[in-house]
């Protein structure tokens, strides 16, 4: 890519790749492109193999790259949810408690009764109430209001 098109490929490029040969359930070979990076693989990566060995159902892989997300977005409630579901698929109700205790002690919080959906380049939130009635915002909105933390 750099000799040919004078482009050095940079995190989101990999994170291209890696995507795409998860899609196309490639995984053993999306993990090795993120594991050989020539430098150390950040969020976008990770999140992209997670998200092909959900589709895939390859939780070996999804595992490892679940841990690494934990770890570069300790507070991204997802992969700890992944993780325990996982594991109590499995029946390893030790392991569970573990990613529950892990949550707890970062303080990352599952959130209940948000639901995000993209409607023509935008995103509508709508929220669950105390009172039970719903809400809700749009992208704009959002900006200057934090409502699902």
């Known amino acids: ?24 359930g490639r995984l053993k070979e999306a993990m090795k492109v993120a594991e050989s990076m020539p430098f150390e693989a950040g969020a976008l990566v990770w999140e992209a193999l997670f998200g092909a060995c959900r589709v895939d159902g390859d939780m070996v892989i999804g595992q490892r790259a679940a841990e690494r997300l934990a770890v570069l977005e300790p507070k991204w409630v997802l992969p700890y949810l992944v993780m325990a579901q996982v594991r109590a698929m499995n029946c390893r109700w030790e392991r569970v408690a573990c990613v529950r205790n892990a949550m707890q002690e970062k303080r990352v919080k599952k959130v209940t009764g948000c639901s995000w959906i993209g409607i023509r380049e935008k995103v509508i939130v709508k929220k ?10 749009s992208l704009q909105a959002l900006s200057s209001y934090s409502l699902c933390k």
């Open 1 to 24: 890519m750099k000799e040919e098109y004078g482009v050095v490929p940079g995190p989101e490029h990999y994170a291209c790749v890696v995507d795409m040969l998860g899609r196309r």
């Open 128 to 137: 669950k109430l105390s009172t039970g009635s719903f809400f809700l915002l």
